[in-house]
């Protein structure tokens, strides 16, 4: 479903540029899950913003199915992301005016107002995420692994075909962190939605089908 071919990424600093991606290089299949390990300030958000067409490559390609992610222009990038792509990131950025089911909704606004389908489709998430009991709570009448639920039942709102996840247990203990993972393994299932997760937590990065770190700018097994 993806090729992500030989991804550099420098910033300009005073002397020499900065090179954080060096050539990073990678497949991932339809319904297949990716974690990515790796040192703080390694680039791991860096390459997750450069398949997520929120930052670009210095140099390389990223093939989406037939679409070449770089060529997009910023509407079109705009498009690939809503129809394709589901961001879930450690903070849980829930809006606290909004109830569970309301936040889940969110991504459908974009689209138009809200229809019966998009209210069904948001309920069927918030039950498979434990929380169907919860739609009508508020962000903080929840604890911090419910908010995380309610924001992966929002990524998926769209029926992405791929979730980019960054650090999403990073705020949570181990016993919720494994909660996550298994509804992650779950959606990936159910959904055949694909996976590229950044973790630092080995524990949770072993639940997933492959796992890669990435240091000095390259990925290792
Ligand atoms: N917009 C930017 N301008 C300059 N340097 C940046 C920018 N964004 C990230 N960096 C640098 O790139 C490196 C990788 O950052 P990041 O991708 O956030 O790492 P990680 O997510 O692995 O902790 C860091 O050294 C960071 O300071
Ligand atoms: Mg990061």
Known sequence: MIEVRDITKEYPAPGEPLRVLRGVSFDLSEGESLVVMGPSGSGKSTLLNIIGTLDSPTSG????ESLRLQDLAADDA????????????????????????ENVLLPCLAGG???SENENRAQELLDKVGLA??????PSELSGGERQRVA?????IRRPRLLLCDEPTGNLDAKRSEKIGKLFIRLRDEENVALIVVTHNAE?????????TLSEGTLHD
């Open 61 to 64: 390609s990223i093939l989406f």
């Open 78 to 101: 705009a498009a690939f992301r809503n129809e394709s792509l589901g961001f879930v990131f450690q903070d849980h950025h829930l809006l606290p005016q909004c109830t569970a089911v």
């Open 113 to 115: 107002p809200v229809t």
């Open 133 to 138: 009991d919860r739609s009508n709570h508020f």
């Open 152 to 156: 992966i039942a929002r990524s998926m």
């Open 204 to 212: 949770f990065g072993a639940m997933f089908d492959r796992c890669v």
